[in-house]
């Protein structure tokens, strides 16, 4: 099946600092990317959807200028969390839709960040 | 998206069928039905999905009411690596836009 890769699969970084996901589609164009967040012992919830050469859309409560999400091209979308702070810790995760009109939805691996 | 019912957790004996089910008895003529399990620190992975039909794969068989009001997906050989979290999902199938909306799920424990 098609491949999202996403990077760096685990990563540590002091409060106040800002950490980039990188999420990739490897064998398809992916005009549409969406990022999911996941705390212990819950399910995913939707953070945005990534729009190649757009802005992103963000869901209620999640704020833009803390999570900046770059789609400049349709393999890859960034999700930058700006002035992290331990609370941002989570599992971020990025999936991407392949095939036709009932296509299903593709992950990534996940990215796990602790923020100290 | 229709909303989704699925038991919080099930245990199943390893080489047994694990039988899971899900309600989802508001969908619309136009959704789909899709199964993902998300194995510990993992992204979700695809299993199967479908509109009306049963539908089978090389991972599971998927069984849809004759009134698509619920499903069950049926691994036919559980192992122990198939201990997941498993999400029913119902979905319209237009809109590369749209999300998927993840419930709780089902935490299914495949037992030696």
């Known amino acids: 099946g098609a491949v999202v890769s996403q990077h760096p699969s685990r990563v540590i970084c002091k409060s106040g600092t800002s950490v980039k996901i990188e999420c990739r589609s490897l064998?398809?164009?992916?005009?549409?990317m969406f990022w999911y967040r996941q705390f212990p012992k819950q399910s995913l919830m939707l953070m945005a959807t990534s729009n190649e050469g757009s802005k992103a859309t963000y869901e209620q409560g999640v704020e833009k200028d803390k999570f900046l999400i770059n789609h400049a091209s349709l393999t890859l979308s960034t999700l930058t969390v700006t002035s992290a702070h331990p609370e941002d810790s989570s599992f971020y995760i990025c999936s991407a839709r392949v095939g036709g009109a009932a296509g299903e939805l593709f992950f990534g691996e996940g990215s796990r960040l602790t923020v100290l | 998206d229709a909303k989704t019912t699925q038991p919080p957790s099930m245990d199943c004996a390893e080489g047994r069928a694990a039988n899971l089910p899900c309600n989802h008895s508001t969908i619309s003529g136009n959704e789909y039905v899709y199964w993902y399990r998300q194995i510990h620190s993992q992204g979700p992975q695809y299993i199967i999905h479908g509109l009306k039909n049963n539908e089978t794969n090389e991972m599971a068989s998927l069984i849809i009411t004759e009134d698509r009001k619920s499903s069950t997906l049926i691994l036919p050989h559980a192992t122990l690596r198939d201990t997941a979290v498993y999400y029913c999902?119902?979905?319209?199938?237009?809109?590369?836009?749209?999300?998927?909306?993840f419930g709780p799920g089902t935490r299914l424990s495949v037992l030696p």
């Open positions: 999902i119902v979905r319209v199938a237009s809109g590369y836009g749209q999300n998927f909306v």
């Open positions: 064998d398809f164009q992916a005009t549409t």
